[in-house]
């Protein structure tokens, strides 16, 4: 089955944006190659709050060979042509799932993330730690949110930024330590 | 000059303790060498909520060798033989940097932390992420604080628990950029 994974920048203090949004603390690195990084997907979850920012950056497009889906009770379908538009994501990551294809990835949207975690349908964190403490901002997981277990799969230090990359499986979720869904 | 190193356990999601204090989610990790990991030190701060979670357990004294600084406006030093309390954390930290002897812990209490990292008085962040989302809880830091540049110094995995320790050097306090005290 396809694997959704969650992932993406991160404060050493748990923020993937500013308190405005701001990304001016991600910290490039020469020896990130983001092409091998995206390799592995054809499909994008995207949170109606990260889409809005992506719209003002003019960057809303899909790029050749990728779908994008955007979840939102508000957005009108008419008015974003090559989107998806869904207002309910459970359903939807449900049904993407069990069809073929490339994993799927979470893009932004920590208040996305929670809902997806909370059914069950997420199956790996992905976070590149960037070294700096933002001291607020946009979280990876908005509070409350349920506990989940992860398990280290890999890690790896890119020594010319500081940033450390960690990818985790979500070994089981909740606090009753529900397993999760067989794969 | 001694240097204030704040550090400990902390959930993937930036929490050093659950929503109410629960520490249940670390996992213990065969080759964590706690003798190894306090050695440096012969001086612990700890803030007031921290150490009257320690008196309810009934673990506020402090071992031979170590000093316990608690900070307070409320406590009384009368009540709390054997440990130094004091209202003015940025006044005791300055003096004790002055002083020769070991490394000084910042131990627990992220309010604590965040007071003396806009004061400039931490040099060293340094955490064990255990393999664990909590979805609430103490931040490592709570917000609103200011941003602190870090530079990655050294990591290392626990492969038994997943547990990744991240040693960081605060490299830069504040939006503005102020360099750090020169050491």
């Known amino acids: ?4 994974r969650y992932g993406g920048a991160m404060s050493l203090d748990g923020y993937i944006a500013g308190p405005n949004g701001e990304y001016d603390w991600i910290v490039p690195d020469p020896d990130v190659d983001f092409g091998e990084m995206m ?7 995207i949170g109606r709050k990260t889409f ?4 003002r950056a003019g960057n ?17 379908a008419a008015d974003h042509p090559g989107v998806a538009i869904s207002n309910d994501p ?3 990551v449900q049904e ?3 069809k073929p294809g490339k994993d799927i ?5 920590g208040d996305l993330f929670r809902t997806l975690l909370r059914a069950g349908l997420v199956d790996r964190v992905e976070v590149s730690i960037v070294p700096v403490l933002l001291g607020g901002g946009v979280p990876l997981l908005p509070q409350p949110a ?13 020594e010319k930024s500081g940033t450390v990359r960690l990818e985790y499986e979500i070994a089981r979720y909740g606090l009753s330590n529900r397993t999760a869904p067989a794969r």
């Open 52 to 55: 809005e920012t992506m719209l």
């Open 146 to 158: 349920d506990r989940a277990k992860l398990k280290l799969r890999s890690q790896r230090v890119y």
């Open 90 to 92: 459970v359903h939807t």
């Open 60 to 76: 809303a497009k899909p790029p050749a060979g990728i779908d994008y889906f955007v979840f939102s009770n508000t957005l009108k």
């Open 105 to 109: 990835a979470l893009f932004g949207g």
């Open 39 to 45: 390799a592995p997907f054809d499909t994008f979850l």
């Open 1 to 4: 089955m396809r694997l959704v």
């Open 96 to 98: 993407l799932r069990e």
